[in-house]
């Protein structure tokens, strides 16, 4: 088992970092939040379970810092109030606790980092219709399947397993991975 799961770990990231098609994905989802992020807008994430932990962890890097010091970026995580998620969830529906946020803090111009490793979760893919309507690009995380939210993203990581935890494990990567290249976009210059 201990091996196994090491192994699988090890695959992956070699699978993702071999594939050229992968890397053009990071590049335009670079552009799009750096672009974002010049423009004075703000980058927006959800998730549900292990993602919403994803989702918080990213934002956090953006606000505090990633490699070095440097001011802070605009990165919210839609998942961590909980007397508006439980507001929404009660009034509306748990499918709603993510659109509403979007309607109510979402501006044109922003980003919005969706995270499903099935692709299916309808709180997610209501506020990917939400982010879109608003004029809020869609950065997509999702699994091998990519489920309903392959078509619906402008941009959509597919991560080549079927395993929730290793689908988990390629997200983390490529959130760090974008993390790190946006603060060197943005900051590169300064930091010496
Ligand atoms: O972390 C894990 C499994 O590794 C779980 O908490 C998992 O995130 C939850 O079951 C989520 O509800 C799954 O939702 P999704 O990724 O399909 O949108
Ligand atoms: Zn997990």
Same mark, same amino acid.
């Given at each position: 088992m201990l091996e196994s799961e090491f192994s699988k770990s090890i695959a992956l990231l070699t699978t993702m970092r071999n594939d050229t098609g992968l890397h053009d994905q990071v590049q335009q989802a670079l552009e799009i939040s750096v672009s974002a992020l010049k423009s004075g807008k703000k980058i927006l994430f959800a998730g549900n379970g292990g993602s919403a932990a994803d989702a918080q962890h990213w934002a956090g890097e953006l606000v505090s810092r990633f490699y070095f010091d440097r001011p802070g970026l605009p990165g919210i995580a839609l998942t961590t109030d909980t007397s508006i998620i439980t507001a929404v969830g009660n009034d *509306? &529906? *748990?499918? *709603?606790v993510f659109a509403r946020q979007i309607e109510a803090l979402g501006a044109e111009g922003d980003v919005f980092y969706a995270i499903s490793t099935s692709g299916n979760s309808k709180n997610i893919i209501r506020a990917i219709d939400a982010a879109r309507a608003k004029g809020i690009k869609v950065i997509g995380f999702t699994g091998?399947? &990519? &489920?309903?939210m392959a078509s619906a993203c402008d941009i959509c990581f597919r991560i080549p397993s079927t395993e929730t935890p290793r689908i988990q494990e390629g997200h983390e990567a490529l959130g760090h991975l974008l993390c790190a290249l946006i603060e060197q976009e943005m900051f590169g210059d300064a930091r010496h």
């Open positions: *509306y &529906g *748990y499918d *709603y091998q399947s &990519g &489920g309903a």
